[in-house]
């Protein structure tokens, strides 16, 4: 008698007739069996550049007209800006490396500070971007996921109190 993944039978599966369920990866790796875990992708399990593109543009429809915001965005048309972070969370979620090939490193507070991100800013980004994420129809947990990610980043971009 042998388990349903070759290995052979433990002391209590000889007594009592039961075989065992097949095993862990843990397991048919000490047991010598191969395993390979397939790699998870948050980018293409949401539905890659399709789904990044929608997000970035329905954020950027709530930017346009928001009079806080849009004056962070210095250029007239906010193409280039969307652009830009629509290269960025790509490749943070596992889309191709545009942006480091063309941008080189995030950092992404540096790239803020010349701006004065109040605690009133960020509420009206998380606003926008929640409008954004809401738009795609993510399973629960890849837009928990997703949401969890841009409202913390949010909260990093804060340099300034509110007027």
């Given at each position: 008698?042998?388990?349903?993944?070759?290995?052979?039978?433990?002391?209590?599966?000889?007594?009592?007739?039961?075989?065992?369920p097949p095993?862990?990866?843990?397991?048919?790796l000490?047991?010598?069996q191969?395993?390979?875990?397939?790699e998870?992708?948050?980018?293409?399990?949401v539905?890659?550049?399709?789904?990044?593109?929608?997000?970035?543009?329905?954020?950027?429809?709530?930017?346009?007209?928001?009079?806080?915001?849009?004056?962070?965005?210095?250029?007239?048309?906010?193409?280039?800006?969307?652009?830009?972070?629509?290269?960025?969370?790509?490749?943070?979620?596992?889309?191709?490396?545009t942006?480091?090939?063309?941008?080189?490193?995030?950092?992404?507070?540096m790239?803020h500070?010349?701006f004065r991100?109040?605690?009133?800013?960020?509420?009206?980004?998380?606003?926008?971007?929640?409008a954004?994420v809401?738009?795609?129809?993510?399973?629960?947990?890849?837009?928990?996921t997703?949401?969890?990610?841009?409202?913390r980043?949010?909260?990093?971009?804060?340099n300034?109190?509110?007027?």
């Amino acid at each position: 008698m042998s388990n349903n993944d070759g290995v052979e039978p433990t002391p209590l599966e000889l007594r009592t007739g039961r075989v065992r369920p097949p095993l862990p990866a843990d397991r048919l790796l000490a047991a010598g069996q191969q395993f390979v875990q397939p790699e998870y992708n948050f980018y293409e399990s949401v539905g890659g550049h399709e789904t990044f593109v929608k997000l970035v543009d329905v954020f950027y429809e709530g930017v346009a007209s928001d009079e806080l915001l849009r004056p962070m965005y210095p250029e007239e048309d906010l193409g280039p800006a969307k652009e830009r972070l629509l290269l960025f969370l790509e490749q943070y979620w596992g889309g191709p490396k545009t942006y480091g090939e063309t941008r080189g490193h995030p950092r992404l507070r540096m790239r803020h500070m010349p701006f004065r991100v109040t605690p009133q800013a960020r509420d009206s980004w998380l606003r926008h971007m929640r409008a954004a994420v809401d738009s795609l129809g993510l399973a629960p947990l890849h837009e928990a996921t997703l949401w969890d990610y841009l409202d913390r980043a949010a909260q990093s971009m804060v340099n300034a109190a509110d007027a």
